[in-house]
Structures are given as structure tokens and as C-alpha cells.
């Protein structure tokens, strides 16, 4: 993560600034649910302080990666806003073999944001709507890392320091309805993404903005029940690009889709028809091989939504070439 020294004085700063987080963002959406999907269902509860109640820490894990999302749209929007171009780069990501392990880096994370965030060094009386988002994000990430202290501790107290995440099994990863919910949901993520970015490029009007950020959702909730499939399956996520060491933790500086630059509205909705369409053939095969119509049922579901895109993607493409004036 980027650190900053001195005090921002200049729009370029304050936005340079904003980058820097939206880059840990943009990352720990992501991050945090593998991390999830990695343990087990409503196996290690915690007493959460802020929720006052029992707790499944994947579950919580999986509510903090969305939050996380929520702060990328947030530091995007603003950034647009102030005339910049956002960062889609991303931090790297890490799986351990241990839940321990994850959870402390993940708490080791949302401390070294919170530091990011409470200390912006932003000159007084510059940029105040920057400052006091900066300070609301920031007490968010105070949460998420008491949560995953609170997380650790019952880890411990449990006697389940040393539990170990779900394993991938190479035998269901060969069947061939495993191997096309594994690229379903490579697929997921990246679509996932590319609507965040184009939702946030054209936060600013409202013809299309809330319209493409509401498809980034749908493709974060079918990433999201996809992973619990794999681990129904008897197998888990992959991480893209992800390199693992000789300890067994895996790295991935390349965890999600390469989005560069800031396309025209035309051009962006080009992009994401034919990736919708091309999801949709991987469903339309994927769903007759399933045994569990549960399962089933869930990615046909997901298929309809799907469908629901295209129609949508196909009018806006349109409307976008009919109307005068519009860039």
C-alpha cells in the first residue's frame, strides 16, 4: 500500500490520494472473500463488539468484503468527480494455508488503511468533503479490525489456531462441471469489476451509472453463491494468477480483470455485451452436468439475470447510437 508524506495542498494530491486507497479497496473486496470461502460454513463463531452477538466469521468475513466494495464505488465516484481518472490496478492478494494467518493479515490491512484514511495530512480547510469521507470510511476499517481481532481470539480460545483452510481437490477439479464453474467464476469476477469501473466512469449520469452498478452487484452476489457451489462440490476458488510458495501461501499481483484506461460510454457497453453473452454459454453448459438440483436451481437463477443483462446491455448500446449529442 502507497503511503504519502508531507500535506496535500492540490486537487492532484487529494486524488492521488484517493487512488492509493481505492487500489486497497479495489483489492480486499476481492481478498476477503476468498478468504471466506476458504473455511468452513458455520464452524468458528466469535463474539462480535460491535454486533453484540454470536457470530459465523465467514459469514462476517463475506459482509466485510462487501463494505470494502462499497468504499472502491465511493473513492471512484469522488475521484470522477474531482476531474481524475481512477486507478483499476489493485493491491496484491494472499491465501495461507491457515485461518489465522488470513485473518491476521486481514486485520493487519484494515489497521494500515485506517492510518491511510485518519491521517490524510490534507491541508486545513482544503478539500473538507474529502477529509470527512476519508474519517467515515476510515471508522469502518476501526470495525472490520476489531472484528478480526475478536475472530482470532476465538480462534485461540477454541483451541483452533492451527486450523487449516479448505483444501482444492484435484479430482473434482478434473470433472468437467468443476473445471466450467471454475472459469464461470473467473468469468463472474471479471464482469464484476468491469460494471464497477464503468459504473464509477459514469457515476455522473444518471442515464447510466446506478443501471451498470446494479449488474457489478448481481455479478458480486453469483461470485459470491458460486464459491459456496465449488465448496458444496467438495473443492474450492481458485485465485487468478496466484502463485504459491514453498509455506503453501499463494500470491496473486493479478487477481482481476487488467481494466485500463477510461473508455467512451459506446465503448464500454461494447465491451460488456459479448462477455455476458459468452457467460451465459458457460451456464447453458454448466447446468445440465449438475447432480444437485439445489445447485441447479441456484445457476439457473443466476442464468435468468444474466439474460436480463443482455436485454439491458443491448437497449443502452442502442439508445447510445440513436441520441444526438451524447459521448
Known amino acids: 500500500m502507497k503511503t504519502y508524506g508531507g500535506r496535500i495542498a492540490t486537487t492532484a494530491g487529494a486524488i492521488a490520494l484517493m487512488n492509493a486507497a481505492l487500489e486497497h479497496e479495489w483489492a480486499v473486496s476481492f481478498e476477503y472473500l476468498v478468504h471466506a470461502y476458504s473455511m468452513p460454513k458455520g464452524r468458528f463463531f466469535y463474539d462480535d463488539p460491535y454486533l453484540a452477538r454470536r457470530t459465523d466469521a465467514r459469514a462476517q468475513t463475506i459482509q466485510i468484503g462487501i463494505d470494502e466494495m462499497y468504499h ?7 475521484i470522477v468527480r474531482m476531474g481524475g481518472t481512477p486507478s ?38 482544503l478539500f473538507p468533503e474529502i477529509r470527512n469521507m476519508a474519517l467515515n470510511i476510515s471508522y469502518d476499517e476501526v470495525r472490520h479490525a476489531g472484528q478480526f481481532q475478536a475472530m482470532l481470539d476465538a480462534l485461540a480460545a477454541g483451541g483452533h489456531a492451527d486450523a487449516v483452510l479448505l483444501a ?17 467464476m473467473r468469468r463472474e469476477n471479471d464482469l464484476m469489476h468491469r460494471y464497477l469501473r464503468a459504473a464509477i466512469l459514469f457515476s455522473g449520469r444518471q442515464d447510466l451509472g446506478p443501471r451498470l452498478f446494479k449488474n457489478s452487484i448481481d455479478h458480486m452476489r453469483h461470485w459470491d453463491k ?22 503453501g501461501r499463494e500470491t496473486s499481483r493479478a487477481p482481476m480483470a487488467a481494466l485500463k484506461g477510461a473508455p467512451t460510454r459506446r465503448r464500454a457497453l461494447q465491451e460488456l455485451l459479448p462477455a455476458e453473452l459468452r457467460l451465459i454459454g458457460l451456464y447453458e453448459r454448466l447446468i445440465p452436468l449438475v447432480a444437485a438440483e439445489e445447485i441447479r436451481e441456484s445457476l439457473r437463477l443466476q442464468l435468468s439475470l444474466k439474460r436480463e443483462h443482455v436485454f439491458t446491455q443491448e437497449r443502452l448500446l442502442e439508445n447510445a447510437g440513436t441520441v444526438k449529442g451524447l459521448v
Open 168 to 184: 482444492a481437490d484435484p479430482a473434482v477439479d478434473a470433472r468437467e462441471d468443476a473445471a466450467l464453474l471454475h472459469e464461470i
Open 226 to 247: 458460486n464459491a459456496g457451489h465449488l465448496v458444496r462440490m467438495g473443492t474450492v476458488l481458485r485465485i487468478e494468477g496466484a502463485k504459491a510458495g514453498p509455506d
Open 88 to 125: 483499476f490496478r489493485t493491491d496484491a492478494i494472499v491465501r495461507a494455508p491457515r485461518i489465522a494467518d488470513d485473518l491476521a493479515r486481514d486485520k493487519r490491512t484494515e489497521e494500515a488503511i485506517t492510518r491511510l484514511y485518519q491521517d490524510t495530512r490534507i491541508r486545513e480547510g
Open 72 to 78: 472502491a464505488y465511493q473513492l471512484g465516484i469522488e
